[in-house]
């Protein structure tokens, strides 16, 4: 009986002091405070803070900033927040207060870190003070338009809201087009009547327009805050390639021009592979202009509807111009592209014999050459009055042989004169390719 007990008691020994050596050994991480608490300015008005803890031993901190938590138990020791709040200063102007931002202001923060271990219990604190220079950048602002003049190139009118400043800065503008500073420095004054900014370029930019065009605008307030804004822009990204045209070619071609199309204008290319006469007309409210491959002006002006074109083989560049672009207007509609041979509306009246006398009712608008030709032959020699007795615009009278010789016109008076036998043609046409209706008197004695 007393080895069993003797026995018993050995065990409890043992156990007791097992466990009292298990709670000797288990270690509670003291609460250390941390150190080297830095502040640094990421941008604007974010600021990060950091801080060194002694051991690696798992740990929560709170951190306070001017008597504010900014953070609770967390765990990192790097953190990002604003001071925004911390900026505010206050402005006696006579009997009227308002609050203001500092102009570049040296912020002086008050740090607290607190230590929580992993059994809750936490330090008393570390304190430390560090100056952050804080200046916010300015505000967003926006284009109020961009015009470029696309008849000559050589003018850009760009004008724009103004950026706000949280911190009161005074605001300098410069403006880029591409990297060609265009204006510097500029200060919207009082001189601004409706309060907005403006830049002007009076250069040639033609050789740009087959790139990119990129208009940029920076606000800087001087004390190292800067804000851009920018926009690009690309004259042909809407040309439209016809590529090459079967001959005769008629087409109705519709289009869809934005406001936004900086030069008011949509190209289309095409090529032809033999001598053609061509016309382009619409009813909308645009006119064209038509250039070779080397971008050299063959026709064009303010007009919808332009024939009377003899163009050769080779590639071509079309303008469809909007009439009202410089208000920013967009525009839609369709136009007709023609072409095909010019002789092939000419009136053959064949072999004439004095006397004949005839009236002959005519319109050139539909004429790819903007004018009509009436062949004939006379067997014997016969005296001739040709005359445009009635029309509507500006026209001429044209008398050739059948070889194509001119041998006389008029401007608003009758052709007389003598045929020999042989083969001619009457053209009717107008001044500078106009285009219109009339009537041809034809006689011969």
Not at 153 to 173: E, N, T, V
Not at 412 to 428: F, R
Request: charged share 20%.
């Amino acid at each position: 009986m007393r080895k069993i007990v003797s026995v018993l008691s050995i065990f409890l020994c043992l156990l007791i002091t097992s466990c009292g050596s298990d709670d000797d050994g288990h270690v509670i991480a003291p609460v250390s405070e941390v150190s080297n608490i830095g502040a640094e300015v990421v941008e604007g008005t974010m600021v990060k803070l950091y801080w060194e803890y002694p051991t690696d031993s798992p740990a929560s901190f709170e951190v306070v900033v001017n008597d504010k938590v900014i953070a609770s138990k967390t765990t990192e020791r790097v953190i990002e927040f604003d001071v925004s709040e911390f900026i505010t200063l206050s402005q006696t102007n006579g009997k009227n207060s308002k609050e203001v931002y500092a102009k570049g202001s040296n912020l002086e923060l008050l740090i607290k870190i607190k230590t929580y271990n992993s059994e809750g219990e936490i330090s008393e604190g570390t304190e430390s003070k560090r100056n952050v220079f804080i200046n916010r950048a300015p505000g967003e602002f926006a284009f109020e338009y961009i015009r470029f003049d696309a008849n000559s190139y050589d003018y850009i009118d760009i004008k724009w809201s103004p950026a706000q400043d949280a911190d009161a800065d005074i605001l300098s503008y410069d403006v880029y087009l591409n990297d060609i500073l265009i204006r510097e420095g500029y200060i919207i004054g009082s001189d601004d009547y409706d309060g907005f900014g403006k830049a002007y370029y009076y250069s040639d930019f033609s050789d740009l327009i087959n790139d990119d065009i990129v208009i940029k605008v920076v606000a800087n307030d001087r004390s190292g805050g800067v804000t851009e804004i920018k926009e690009t822009f690309n004259f042909k990204a809407t040309d439209i390639d016809l590529g090459v045209l079967t001959i005769p070619y008629e087409n109705s071609i519709d289009f869809s021009m934005s406001g936004k199309e900086p030069d008011h204008r949509l190209g289309y290319l095409f090529s032809i592979t033999e001598s053609i006469g061509c016309s382009f007309s619409s009813v909308a409210n645009i006119y064209f202009k038509l250039f070779d491959s080397y971008g050299n002006y063959i026709i064009g002006g303010y007009s919808n509807n332009i024939s009377g074109i003899n163009l050769g083989a080779g590639s071509y560049y079309l303008e469809v111009v909007n009439e009202y672009g410089y208000i920013d207007n967009g525009i839609n509609g369709t136009f007709n592209m023609t072409m095909q041979d010019p002789t092939l509306s000419d009136i053959n009246l064949g072999a004439l014999s004095a006397p004949y006398n005839n009236s002959y009712n005519f319109t050139t608008t539909s004429e790819m050459d903007a004018k009509i030709a009436y062949h004939f032959s006379v067997s014997a020699q016969a005296n001739y009055n040709f005359e445009i007795i009635s029309e509507d615009y500006d026209d001429y009278i044209y008398l050739y042989d059948g070889a194509g010789t001119l041998l006389g016109s008029s401007d608003y008076s009758a052709l007389t004169g003598t045929l020999n036998a042989g083969a001619y043609y009457i053209e009717v046409a107008g001044y500078s390719n106009y285009t219109g209706s009339g009537i041809l008197s034809f006689d011969l004695q």
